[in-house]
């Protein structure tokens, strides 16, 4: 696929001769159990899908594509909350062999749109509404701007647009993508401004689910609660959703996931495996006090942010649960403490990557190694891991290393047993809590702002969230309010997960001795301040 940088073929070669690629198609995932009655996901009502069921629908989903015109290597953008169409909608592309953009529900005008626009998407999968918001509103949009986009699928009430049953058609034997071809594009949490499109092959993420479903001990009698967007990698695939429904267990998509709403399904649904991020580990270990609730068959992921060595052992002494501790990224790469790991490990460390294959270094600024339990940045290949963004030449002559190893931007050390651990990060990304927010992209919008002469995005610390953005910006005036920066961004089509927490009018911006704008000076500034003054949070 043009704009695709394969893996090379002696890598290629290796992966498979290696038995991490088998030549598996992710449209073959529901196949093996779709002759029973067995249950493949309970949806936010409650509702019991079966396997044969949703492998009809992802037959009849590809079969009405294919009947609108849609071709295999047509990208699609998908937007979808956690609910069963999003199996059917995704199965149904695997199988034809068109590619789903995965946006994330909290997306909004300006994400969504450019989404399209970059991969030419010739169609987009909404839900009509979803908590509040109106996905159709968001379609109409995007069509004016995104010329590309032909075809409008709306789950539920679909207005002027197509509704997914009068998608549904006959099925119709189709030939299907090839093992190596892209099955779809994940969004990177941060490199610059607009998130840059991540081009997973079959073979590589079939490999991830496989290896995440054996790592987590998901077997058909796994039952997987999907805590977080169901787009999201970490809730996608590892296991996650796919990885759980490749081995014949079963998914519960809550409808949201607050205590109130899961504890029950812990229970009545045997939930051995769910993904959370730090802040909602906290939520649970507080809600622990009000509910009764056994966690005792439960193991839960935990990661995409920084998690203290407290929280993470509550998981097992308050809770009583299970930690894996991972890191991860839409990109490819895994690491993560073994549930048999002494405790110490599991709540310290992020472990070790996922396949022998995983090659890691650490490497200082000039790329030369550094000694081991020294902090460097992470450096990564493998048989899941991207070779290159998608069109995106001139990033990825900076993201990936001459010899296709992927910059993380990730500040990391190795500890002398070999587990990883996270130290810090180069990339200038806000990390809200396991969100991923990148400074420059709202930097963009606010340079718009008349009031702000100067201004700059910077992540300051957050007790619940770890970090949260701060917008610091000189003004020609008075400073524009936080609730009118946020209009302001809103207006631009900014995502809501992505807006400001604070805004802090300064005289001048600090300059490192190269002249650029000093964030790490703006920070410690904004910690002092915070520590002497009144009423900060
Ligand atoms: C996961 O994926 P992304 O693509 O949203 O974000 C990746 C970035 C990493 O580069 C790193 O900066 C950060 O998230 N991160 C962590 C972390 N795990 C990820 N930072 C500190 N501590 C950790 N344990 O976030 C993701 C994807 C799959 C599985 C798990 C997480």
Known sequence: MSGV????????????????????????????WNQSDRIAVVDPAARRWSY??????????????????????????????????????????YRLGAIPVYGLPGHRRREISYLAEVSAAVGLVVADEYQGFSYTDLAREVQKEASSVRHVIVVGEPAEFLGFDDVLAEPVPMQGPDPSAVA???????????????????????????????????????????????????????????GTLAVGGKVVLPRNPSPDVVFDLLETERVTLTTLMPPMVQVWREAREFFDVDMSRLVIQVGSAHMSPDLAGSIMTEMGARLTHWFGMAEGLLTYT???????????????PMAAA????????????????????????????????????????????????????????????GNMVVEGRLKDVINKGGEKIVAAELEDVLGLHPAFRQVVVVGVPHELMGEVPCVFAVCDGAAPSLPEVRAFLTSHGVAPYKLPDRVEAVTALPRTTVGKIDKQRLR?????????GPNRT
């Not at 009947?67 to 909608?89: M, S, T």
């Not at 073994?338 to 070790?352: E, S």
């Open 5 to 32: 940088a394969g893996y090379p073929p002696e890598f290629a070669e290796r992966y498979r001769a290696e038995g991490y690629w088998r030549g598996e198609v992710l449209g073959d995932l529901l196949r093996p």
């Open 52 to 93: 044969a069921e949703l492998d009809r629908q992802a037959d009849r989903f590809a079969a009405g594509l294919a009947r609108l015109g849609i071709e295999r290597g047509d990208r699609i953008v998908v937007q979808l909350p956690n609910i069963a169409a999003f199996v059917a909608v995704s199965v149904g592309c």
């Open 184 to 242: 779809f594009f994940l969004l990177s949490g941060g490199t610059t401004g607009l998130p840059k499109l991540i081009p997973r092959t079959h073979d590589d993420y079939a490999y991830q689910l496989r290896a995440s479903a054996a790592a987590t001990g998901t077997d058909q009698h796994g039952c997987y609660l999907a805590s977080l967007p169901i787009a999201h990698n970490a809730a996608l695939g590892c296991p996650g959703l796919l």
């Open 338 to 352: 073994r549930l048999d790991d002494p405790y110490d490990v599991v709540i310290g460390t992020q472990g070790r």
């Open 358 to 417: 995983d090659e890691i270094k650490v490497v200082d600024e000039t790329d030369a190694e550094v000694a081991r339990g020294e902090v460097g940045e992470l450096l990564t290949r493998g048989p899941y891991t991207i070779r290159g963004y998608y069109r995106a030449g001139e990033v990825n002559s900076r993201a990936f290393t001459t010899d296709g190893f992927l910059r993380t931007g990730d500040l990391v050390r190795i500890t002398p047993d």
């Open 524 to 532: 410690a500034e904004f910690i002092t301040k915070a520590g002497s």
